[in-house]
């Protein structure tokens, strides 16, 4: 589990291990943050996180390793790869998918765009 060094709105850091684990939150709202959430997701070969929607999210995808799919409900997949980022609207239905052979790890980052 990610590991807040400290209690308040203040730049800090924040200490999470790159265990294998499937996710790792490392913010989650308040009173960590104003809204932010994020976490470090990691999927074996062939495993998805699960069709899930963005509702009243936008969210932001930052691949660290490995290769998948960005599947959009209605829209063509986005393939992704490391080094690669990906932004989704809010009220979008989609799912991640690792294709590749090794692990895919990435960093998700949401934010609230309505109360």
Known sequence: MAKVVEDSLN??????SGKEI??????????ES????SGL????????????STENFEELIVVLEGKGQLQ???QKP????????VYCPPETEHNVVNTGNAPLRYLYVVAETKS
């Open 72 to 74: 959009i409900t209605g």
């Open 78 to 85: 986005l393939e992704i790869v490391s080094g690669v980022a």
């Open 34 to 37: 104003v809204s932010m959430r």
């Open 11 to 16: 730049p800090r850091l924040i200490h999470f």
């Open 22 to 31: 499937d996710h790792l939150p490392i913010l989650s709202g308040p009173p």
């Open 41 to 52: 997701v990691h999927l074996s070969a062939g495993k998805s996180v699960g069709k899930h």
